[in-house]
């Protein structure tokens, strides 16, 4: 690894050669960071299923908590 450094140091201006090191230091933190990013959207999607069956299923079996029992009478 240190030879791959050395070699982008002296064939490229200084300016270049951190440039390409930050860039690949980005690339790496994404290639290791993807993983992760996509078990925690598959994780929050599966929650978020799962509370719309929840929901879908109180909506079917009118468990409304009488929210929806709501009379045609004036308020008093």
Request: net charge neutral; no cysteine; aromatic share 12%.
């Given at each position: 690894?240190?030879?791959?450094?050395?070699q982008i140091f002296k064939e490229f201006p200084t300016g270049i050669g951190?440039?390409?090191?930050?860039?690949?230091?980005?690339?790496?933190?994404?290639?290791l960071l993807l993983p992760l990013w996509v078990l925690f959207i598959q994780?929050?999607?599966g929650k978020i299923r799962d509370e719309i069956r929840r929901?879908?299923?109180q909506i079917e079996q009118g468990d409304w908590?009488?929210?929806?029992?709501?009379?045609?009478?004036p308020r008093d």
């Open positions: 690894m240190d030879v791959y450094l050395e951190i440039a390409i090191l930050v860039f690949l230091g980005i690339l790496l933190v994404i290639w994780w929050n999607t929901l879908a299923n908590d009488g929210k929806s029992k709501r009379s045609s009478g």
